[in-house]
C-alpha cells in the first residue's frame, strides 16, 4: 500500500533504529558545517508547474532547493524526506518529497529545518496522491534514488538550517486538510483525541482492522482521529516502528505537531516525536446546544455566493444554510415578501404607542475566509426609531453552529459598511441599496460567520431589511 512509503520501517530499519530507543536526547546530530557550494536555478514552483500524474524525467541541469520537515530518527518516517520551501514575499510555502532508498536519513543530516539542495537532472517528478515528489523510476512511478546514488543528486547544506518556528504554520484542522498542506510542517491547535481511543496506544495491535473503525491499525500502522471544538476530524497515523508507537493515548487536548501526508482521498498527520504530541490541558468544555436555535442543519461555508432569498416563502424563520438565533426576547429574522421581492426583516415594534420588544437576534451566515476576500449586503432601513443594527465577523472556533455563543468573542466590523446608513427618525428608506463592502483581511482564515445582529426595545423599535447578502 503506497502509505507504506512513509510509515512502515523493515527489520533492518528496526534494528538501526533500537539502540536510540530508550534515549531522551531529541537533538539533531551534530555534523561539521557542509555547504555543497550550489546555486538554485529554478524554484520548486516551476515544477510543480509542469508535473502531472504520469511520472517525466528531468532532462536540464536544474537545481532547487527547500527545508526538511519529517525525520526517520525516530521511526515515524522510512526511506522518504518531506520538505518545504520557505519563502520570504508572504505566499505559503510549497511541500514536496523525495524518495531515499537509505535508512537513518538523519545522521545524513536530513533533520527538520536543514536546507537541501535537489540536481534535478535525471530524476523523475510527479503528482501522486496530491502532492509533488522526486525520485528514480520504479515501475512506472516515482520510486526511491539508490543509496549509492542519491549523493549525487540530493546535497544537505548543514551551514543553513532554520529553527522550527520559522517553518511551522499554525492551522485548524479544516485549514490543514488540503492538498496544498501536504508534506509541511503543520501544528494543529486546540485538538484533542476521540474519546473512543481512549485506553489504546498509538501504535495497537489490538485495534480493529476493519475500515470504518476508530481506532483502526492496518498496514502496520494505527490510525486515530483528532478532533477540534468545531467537530473537524483528521487521521492521526503512527507506524509500528515509531519508538514512541507504545504511547498510552492522551486524554486531555492542546497541540500536536507534524507533517500531513495523504493516501487515496485520506489526510494523515504523521508526528516525528513524542514531543510534538503535547495535549496537556483539559478537553474541551462541553458545548452547550442553543435552544433556540433554528436553521444551521444544511450548513455549507463558501467563498462565493449571493443569497436574495427568492427560493424562500414568506414567514419562514428557518433556513437550512443559516443559523437564526437569538439572546432575548423570543423573535426571529423572518423572510418577507413585497413587490414580489424576497429579504430577512426584524423589528422590535410592539404595536402603536407600546414600548418595544427587548430583543437581541442574530442571523449567521457562514463563510469561507480562505476563499472570500469581500463581504457585502442590501439593507433598507423603515421607521427609524434608534440605530439597532450591527455586523460582527465569528472567526474560526468562535462558534459552533446551534450552540450557545458569546459576542466579545466576534469582532464588530459594523463600521466597515459605510453605507450603512440610517433616515431621519420616524422616515423610511423605500428601496434597497447597498450597505458597502468589507474586505476580509488577508489574515482572517478559516470557516467562520458574519453575524448580523438586530438590538432593540424600548423605544428602539426600527425594522431592519437584508437582501442580497453577498461573498466574493
Known amino acids: 500500500m503506497k502509505f507504506s512509503k512513509y510509515l512502515l520501517i523493515g527489520a533492518l530499519s528496526a534494528g538501526f533504529l533500537t539502540g536510540c530507543a530508550n534515549d531522551d536526547d531529541y537533538d539533531a546530530p ?80 536530513f533533520v527538520p529545518g536543514t536546507k537541501v539542495m535537489i540536481k534535478l537532472k535525471d530524476l523523475y517528478y510527479g503528482i501522486d496522491f496530491g502532492s509533488l515528489e522526486i525520485g528514480a523510476l520504479f515501475e512506472g512511478q516515482v520510486g526511491r534514488i539508490s543509496e549509492q546514488t542519491y549523493k549525487d543528486h540530493i546535497f544537505v547544506n548543514t551551514c543553513e538550517k532554520l529553527e522550527e518556528a520559522d517553518l511551522v504554520t499554525h492551522m485548524t484542522v479544516a485549514q490543514a ?27 495497537d495491535e489490538s485495534a480493529p482492522t476493519a475500515n470504518g ?85 444544511a450548513i455549507a461555508y463558501s467563498g462565493s455566493f449571493t443569497e436574495d432569498f427568492e427560493s424562500y416563502t414568506a414567514g419562514l424563520t428557518t433556513f437550512p444554510k443559516y443559523v437564526n438565533d437569538y439572546t432575548t426576547g423570543g423573535r426571529y429574522w423572518q423572510l418577507k415578501s413585497f413587490s414580489n421581492n424576497e429579504y430577512i426583516e426584524m423589528s422590535s415594534f410592539n404595536g402603536a404607542g407600546n414600548q418595544g420588544v427587548t430583543a437581541k437576534t442574530y442571523f449567521f451566515v457562514p463563510v469561507n475566509f480562505d476563499a472570500a476576500s469581500t463581504f457585502s449586503f442590501d439593507k433598507e432601513i423603515r421607521y427609524m ?57 488577508a489574515s482572517v482564515t478559516g470557516n467562520g460567520f458574519i453575524v448580523f445582529e438586530y438590538s432593540g426595545g424600548g423605544t428602539v423599535t426600527t425594522t431592519v431589511q437584508i437582501d442580497n447578502i453577498s461573498a466574493n
Open 30 to 109: 551534530v555534523m561539521e558545517c557542509i555547504n555543497p557550494g550550489l546555486t538554485v536555478t529554478k524554484s520548486v514552483s516551476d515544477i510543480l508547474a509542469t508535473a502531472t500524474a504520469t511520472p517525466t524525467q528531468y532532462t536540464q541541469d536544474d537545481i532547487i532547493e527547500a527545508y526538511v520537515t519529517s525525520s526517520d530518527e525516530r521511526g515515524a518516517f522510512f526511506k522518504i524526506v518531506s520538505l518545504q520551501t520557505h519563502p520570504t514575499d508572504g505566499s505559503a510555502p510549497i511541500g514536496f518529497s523525495i524518495n531515499i532508498d537509505g535508512a537513518g536519513l538523519f545522521t545524513q543530516g
Open 177 to 203: 486538510l488540503n492538498d496544498a498542506n501536504i508534506n509541511r510542517l503543520i501544528e494543529l491547535d486546540n485538538v484533542e483525541f476521540l474519546e473512543a481511543s481512549f485506553g489504546y496506544k498509538l501504535y
Open 213 to 297: 473503525n476508530n481506532p483502526q491499525t492496518i498496514g502496520g500502522a494505527t490510525n486515530h482521529q483528532l478532533i477540534d471544538q468545531e467537530g473537524n476530524k483528521i487521521v492521526f497515523r503512527t507506524s509500528s516502528f515509531a519508538n514512541f508507537s507504545g504511547m498510552k493515548i492522551p486524554e486531555g487536548s492542546g497541540k500536536v505537531r507534524g507533517v500531513l501526508t495523504k493516501f487515496l482521498d485520506t489526510y494523515q498527520f504523521v508526528a516525528r516525536y513524542d514531543t510534538d504530541i503535547k495535549l496537556d490541558q483539559p478537553r474541551f468544555t462541553p458545548v452547550e446546544n442553543s435552544a433556540s436555535a433554528l436553521g444551521g442543519t
Open 385 to 441: 426609531a434608534g440605530q439597532c443594527l450591527k455586523v460582527y465577523r465569528a472567526d474560526a472556533g468562535t462558534y459552533i453552529p446551534r450552540t450557545a455563543f458569546n459576542v466579545a468573542n466576534f469582532v464588530d466590523i459594523t463600521s466597515q459598511f459605510t453605507g450603512l446608513t440610517y433616515p431621519a427618525t420616524g422616515q423610511s428608506q423605500n428601496t434597497f441599496s447597498t450597505a458597502g463592502t468589507y474586505n476580509i483581511p
